[in-house]
Structure formats: C-alpha cells, structure tokens
C-alpha cells in the first residue's frame, strides 16, 4: 500500500509540475481579464503613472481623461475586490521589477488594513507569478501561503483556473490601459449610505503599508494617495489613521470621500460604493486637474486647498 | 474537522498508520484507539457537545441492557420508550425548539394574544440527527430482537462515534456494524485501494462538482433580487448536482475511509438521477435514511398490509417526519410533502409497475421524474417559502437570459460528463477486459489524475458539507 501511494505520488508530482507549466502558458496567453492584466503588470506596461487600488480604482479613473490632462502615459492596476494592502504592494513589486514609474497613485481605504480571509483569496491571483520578484514573493511568505505553492504548481492556478481555460479562445475584453467602465445601473441609489465610523486597522497591516511607502521611496517613486467619492455619509475622522500616516511620512493625500463630493449627484453612482461610466468620467476630469495641479507644486499639498 | 480540510489529510493517515501499529489480536485496544480517535474528531467542532454523544450512547447502552434483562414485555416496552424519549428530546431541545417557539410566537400574534417564548441560543450538534437515529436504531432492533445486545460498552460506544459516518453518515444497521468490531481487520491492499479509489472520487464530487455548482447556486439563491427567472432555472438545474456531489461525495470519502480501515458501510447513493420514477429515486437516494424510516415508521405505522388509503397516510406521514428530520423549516417540510404527495400519486396510478414498452418512453420517464425532483429541490434550497414562490414564479413567468459565467459551466459540463459516464458504467456493471496489471497501472494512473485535477479546479476554502446541518 505504501509502495501505492508513493507511486500515486510520483505520478500526482509529474502531472503537478506539466500541468503547471502548461497552465503557465494558459495564463500569459487567455483573455481572461484578471490573468491578463495581472501579466501585464508583471511584465508588460511601463507607465509614467500608475494607479493602484480595488474595484473603485480599476471603475473611477479614466486613464486616457488622465494623461490628457497630465501628459504622462497612465496605467490603472486597480483591480476588483483586491481589497487589501498585501495585494497592492505584491501589484507594486511586481511592476517595479521591470519598471520604475514616477508616481504611484493609491487609491485606498480603511477596509483595505482590515484582516479577513478574502484578503488571502485575492492574493492567490499573484501565485501563478510566484519566483519572478523576491519583493513580492516576500508577501507570500510572511502570510504563511508559500508553503503551499512551493508544494503543488498547479494549485498556484487553482483561483483561475477554470476562467483562464473557458477564456483562452475568447475574444478581448476592450478596455482603457485598465479602467473598465460600469454600464448605467436600472435604478441609481436611492438612500445614501449610513453614517459610519471608522475601522480600526490591523497594526501587521497598517506596517505592510509602511513598507509599501519605504518601497516607493527607495525606487524614487512619488506615491500620492487618494480616495474616490462614494454615496455614503462618513464620519469627518474616519480616514485619520492614514491620514496620520499621510502627514507623517509627508504624502499627498486626495480625499474627495469625507467631503461627500457628489453626494448631491446620486445619477452618478451605480451603487454606494461604485461610480458608472459617466460619474468615473467627471471625476476623472477632477482628479486629473488636481493631480496636474499637484505635480505642478512638486507634490505639496496646501491644508487650506479643499482636497 | 471536515473531510476536506487539511487537518482531517493529516488525521486520517494518523490514524490508519496507529490502527494498523496495534496488533488485530489486540482488538479491545484497537476499538479504544478508534473510539478515542472518533471523540477527538467530534470535539474537534465543539468539544462540550461530545457530551451530548456520549449520553445519547450511554441512554441507548443502558436501556437495550434493560430491555435485553427481561422478558416483562411492560418493563421492555418502559425501557424502549425512556431511549426514545431521552434521545428525541435532546434533538428536540437542540434542534426544533426554535422552530416551534418562533412558530407559536406567530400564530399567537395572529390571533392577537402576544406571548414571549424565549428563544435558545444553542448552536446545532454536528451530526446529532444521524448519530441519534442509529443509536436508536440498535434500541428498537434489541427490542424486536432482531440484534444481540451489545455488553461491551467500548463496542457500543464505537459503533454510535465511528468517525467515518459519525457526522453525516451513512446510517448504519447494528448487525451490520457492531459485528465488524469484533474482527481483527488485518491491513488488506485490496480494501485500501478501493478506499482510496471511493474516496478521491468522493472528493472530486464535492471540491469540484458540488463547490463549483454552489458557487452559482448561492449566488442566485441568496441574491434573488439580483437575478431573473433564467437564473433562478438555470440554478435549480445546478442545484440538485450540487446536493448530489455533496453529499455523494461525503457518503464515499466516509465508505472509502471505512474500508481503507477494514470496515465495510453501506451504499449509501446508487446514481438517483438515472431514476424513472419517485419510488425508484427513493431506493437510490440517501440509501440509508430511507430504509430506515421504512424499517423503523413506514412499517410500524402499518407499511403495505393496510387498506389503500391507510397505505397513502403512512407514506405522507413517513416522508412529512423526512422533511422535518432535514431541518426545522417549512421549506424541507414542503419538500417532503411533495414527495410523499408523488409516491401517492405513483401508487395510484400504479405508474411505477406499469411496463415499459420503448426507449423513448423510458426516456420520457426518466425526464418526467428528473423535472419533478429537481422541482421539490426547489423548497429543499430555498431559504423561506417565500423564496421558494418566488424562484417558481419567476421561472414560469419571466425566462429570460440567465446570469452567466462561461468558466463555470464549462468545468461543471466537464464534471457532468464524466458523472454520466461513471453513472452508465456503474448501472451496466461494464469492466474493462483488460489484464490485472494494465488495470493497476491504469488505477494508480487515474488517482493521480484525479488528484491533480481537484488540485487545479476543485474549490479550496474548507467549504461545509450540506448535510452536516441536518
């Protein structure tokens, strides 16, 4: 019996490591959109500027609207339901493996320095990557999920897997340089959100983003953070954690969240959370402008500028 | 600990390497190591409910002691119905209490008289319908003295707790089981790799089979809103593939982990979707639970030997005491009305006897009872009654393009086809003519095929078994 299973595991070895190899292929080559951004990243674009964020980065900023504004070629990474810092920093290491752009624009928020299992979900789209950039394989291993990549390669594609193959065939998605616009809703939102109080961030995650800004640093990147408007009434501290952060580590800081920009334009938004086409492209006009203006001071903010 | 968590891959390989250290002569020492093995699996979930395991075996030890130490047929009786009562109590306590208070709770406000009932904060025992059922099981064949009463009370105590089948079963028989503890089981290479065989196939069923038609199920069930009668169609054709490769897929990993120690459990699924009739679907679904209501109510209640339309309320009141065994709702209640209503229309019509007289019929047949399973299904899953109108209503009412997800269906097609196969070879009982060794060689090949392939597209996360709240 043992001798059964040591075969059966020989022959498990040999199909693991074809099927990673084949699957490899699958991913630099299927249309499926987040394989096929996150190969981008990893070895692709070479952006001046690089937006980095979940859904409300890869649905609100309109790169072309950006780089007319700001002249400088753009590229958004933000990708949906990435939510977590350890997924946008594994997204920065992989680019500056090959690239160096000269601003970084993060577009964050509390929930992203708050543990839960998604997070580790969402960061096993980077596995099929695993072994081209130590920085970020570093995330990996500090999450304790190495291990199990190291093991099995074919499990580094589990995630997706199934959409990778369906896809492989299958036409482009069209897209901006990564922005994917969200069709106009049925309905707009009818109640703004509810008034919420801030999360507390995990003290494991809130250093990753420490790291994030020494990583910035240390390549000569200019990183800028902001946070999209959502249909929502927040309470005024509740991004003073970053915010504190922000001050002290003298970053830009875009917040067009508390202020409740475009709380009084409901036919904006798809949701609470998610501007649709056309509210992404009026605030994508705004943010260019600011950016613009921005870059023009050479990264100083004004406390009394109304960001 | 779930059979498809990383801890139970490290457990059950424990445990079968200890089993096989201690020699079979030591039997009453195997038995201890395995029902520890069992307790330590159960305490796993909640270790304050192996409480509750242990006094649901101690009452049914005690009282088929009892029942077994006289023949005062009253005393006997006394001793059955203190089991039944002990043991129906603590699933009433943990399971429908609620149900029942909240219920009261409604009528009384219905009929204007507002009464509190306090509601339990009590989390359901894993597993305490199949446990509970095969312990009683045992007291009611020591009572009709179809079975030996157990003295030893490791034995008996294995027998409720053996951790295979302990949390979602099969249900099994004490004369099939219990005998099984009294024999040394010496490591068979025949019976491990038939194990291993049914439990990778188990596991195909559920990470890829069930997770992955649970992923589009779950979207669509709980989202309602979202989604429009397509959906809702295209969700209640998944689900009844989804609660098949769960709980196939359980009921094999269980008979596979068995066998690889020696022991033999019953079948528990015999391709139920192949089924041309109600009554047929019955003898293949959920083997176990369904013989056991016909042992222990259908025919107590009077079975076959009574009058027509006797017959037609004890088949209702079997399958309606079915539907409330799954789970204290009124979905499953429903659930086991329509099929208690469809085994008294099939018995009517005498449908299930007549003659089939073309493929085609057969086929329409096998349709007709494929529609009509996958539409009680629908209140199976369902989260409310309401839900359930509402899934209905919406796919006879407004089918329109469904909610997609190409990926999906494609790995659930490939999954469908090779269950279709393995279902037509199974049915056939067709082998390949092929020499021993090819046929070891094409075994080993197989396994890790199928290994590699959960590993590529089975769905990771330590997701629950269905039948696990039941």
Request: glycine share 6%; proline share 13%; aromatic share 20%.
């Given at each position: 019996m043992l001798c059964s299973i040591l075969v059966i595991f020989i022959l498990w070895y040999a199909f693991d490591r074809a099927g990673g190899a084949a699957m490899y292929w699958v991913t630099w080559h299927t249309h499926e959109h987040f394989s096929q951004k996150i190969c981008k990243i990893v070895g692709d674009v070479s952006p001046d500027i690089l937006l980095l964020g979940t859904s409300r980065c890869e649905n609100h900023y309109v790169p072309s609207i950006i780089q007319d504004s700001t002249g400088m070629s753009v590229f958004n990474a933000g990708i949906s339901a990435s939510g977590s810092i350890y997924f946008q920093y594994v997204t920065l290491a992989h680019l500056l493996n090959h690239h160096t752009p000269k601003v970084v624009v993060l577009d964050t928020?509390?929930?992203?320095?708050v543990e839960h299992e998604g997070h580790l979900n969402m960061l096993s789209?980077?596995?099929?990557?695993?072994?081209?950039?130590a920085e970020a394989d570093s995330v990996f291993s500090q999450l304790g999920m190495m291990g199990r990549y190291q093991f099995s390669h074919l499990y580094r594609y589990h995630s997706l897997s199934n959409a990778a193959i369906a896809r492989l065939f299958m036409p482009d998605e069209p897209n901006d340089n990564g922005y994917t616009p969200i069709a106009c809703p049925p309905?707009?939102?009818s109640t703004i959100g509810e008034p919420q109080q801030p999360l507390p961030g995990a003290p494991q995650m809130l250093n990753t983003f420490r790291r994030f800004i020494a990583l910035c640093r240390s390549h000569n990147v200019q990183l800028v953070l902001s946070i999209s408007p959502s249909y929502s009434i927040l309470d005024?501290?509740?991004y003073d954690e970053l915010k504190a952060i922000a001050a002290k580590e003298h970053l830009p800081f875009l917040d067009y969240d508390t202020p409740g920009?475009?709380?009084?334009?409901?036919?904006?938004?798809?949701?609470?959370?998610h501007l649709w086409e056309k509210g992404s492209r009026i605030f994508s006009q705004r943010f260019a402008h600011d950016l613009k203006l921005l870059i023009l001071n050479n990264y100083r903010t004004d406390d009394s500028e109304p960001y | 600990m779930l059979f498809n968590s990383l801890p139970f891959l490290l457990f059950f390989p424990a445990v079968c390497f200890l089993y096989y250290c201690?020699?079979?002569?030591?039997l009453r020492l195997r038995n201890l190591f395995l029902l520890a093995a069992s307790y330590y699996f159960y305490m796993?979930?909640?270790?304050?409910?192996a409480l509750l395991l242990l006094t649901s075996t101690v009452v049914t030890y005690l009282s088929a002691l009892g029942i077994a130490q006289t023949t005062d047929k009253r005393k006997r009786k006394v001793c059955l119905v203190a089991s039944l009562v002990i043991n129906l109590s603590l699933l009433f306590v943990f399971k429908y209490y609620n149900f029942l208070a909240s219920n009261l709770m409604w009528l009384t406000d219905l009929c204007g008289v507002r009464i509190n009932i306090p509601i339990s904060k009590l989390l359901l025992p894993v597993g305490i319908s199949f446990y509970t059922f095969q312990a009683l099981g045992y007291a009611i064949d020591v009572y009709r003295g179809t079975t030996k009463v157990e003295r030893n009370f490791v034995t008996y105590a294995l027998f409720v707790s053996?951790?295979?089948?302990?949390?979602?079963?099969?249900?099994?028989r004490s004369n099939s089981l219990?005998?099984?503890?009294?024999?040394?089981?010496?490591?068979?290479y025949d019976n491990g790799m038939k194990g291993l065989r049914m439990m990778v196939w188990g596991y195909f069923l559920k990470l890829v089979l069930a997770d992955r038609c649970g992923d589009y199920v779950n979207a669509v069930f709980n989202h309602?809103?979202?989604?429009n009668g397509g959906s809702y169609a295209v969700a209640s054709l998944l689900f009844p593939f989804q609660i098949y490769g769960d709980f196939a897929g359980y009921s094999l990993i269980a008979i596979g982990a068995a066998r690889i120690l020696g022991f033999r459990l019953m079948q528990n699924?015999?391709?139920?979707?192949?089924?041309?009739s109600i009554g047929e679907f019955w003898k293949r679904w959920h083997i176990s639970l369904s013989t056991w209501f016909k042992d222990y109510v259908y025919i107590p209640l009077g079975g076959n030997r009574v009058g027509k339309w006797r017959r037609y309320f004890n088949l209702m009141v079997t399958f309606v005491i079915s539907g409330c065994w799954h789970g204290a709702n009124w979905t499953f209640l429903c659930w086991g009305m329509l099929h208690g209503m469809l085994l008294c229309i099939e018995k009517a019509t005498g449908y299930s006897k007549q003659a089939v007289r073309s493929h085609l019929e057969m086929f329409g047949r096998w349709l007709l009872t494929f529609v009509l399973v996958c539409f009680a299904w629908v209140f199976f899953r369902a989260n409310t009654l309401a839900d359930a109108g509402i899934v209905l209503r919406g796919i006879f009412t407004?089918?329109?393009t469904p909610f997609t997800r190409v990926s999906d269906f494609c790995i659930i097609g490939v999954c469908l086809v090779v269950m279709l196969v393995d279902a037509v070879k199974q049915e056939r009982r067709y082998h390949l003519p092929l020499n021993p060794t090819v046929k070891a060689v094409l075994l080993h090949v197989w396994l890790a095929m199928m290994i590699a392939f959960i590993t590529l597209f089975?769905?990771?996360?330590?997701s629950q078994f269905i039948y696990f709240q039941f």
């Open positions: 928020g509390e929930s992203e320095y789209f980077y596995a099929p990557h695993i072994g081209r950039c309905s707009f939102p005024e501290h509740y920009l475009y709380t009084d334009h409901p036919e904006y938004f798809y949701d609470n959370a | 201690i020699p079979g002569s030591w796993s979930w909640e270790p304050a409910y053996f951790f295979p089948q302990l949390v979602a079963g099969p249900i099994e219990l005998p099984q503890f009294k024999q040394p089981h010496p490591f068979d309602l809103d979202m989604h699924f015999r391709q139920p979707y192949l089924s041309c407004n089918l329109s089975g769905v990771l996360d330590s």
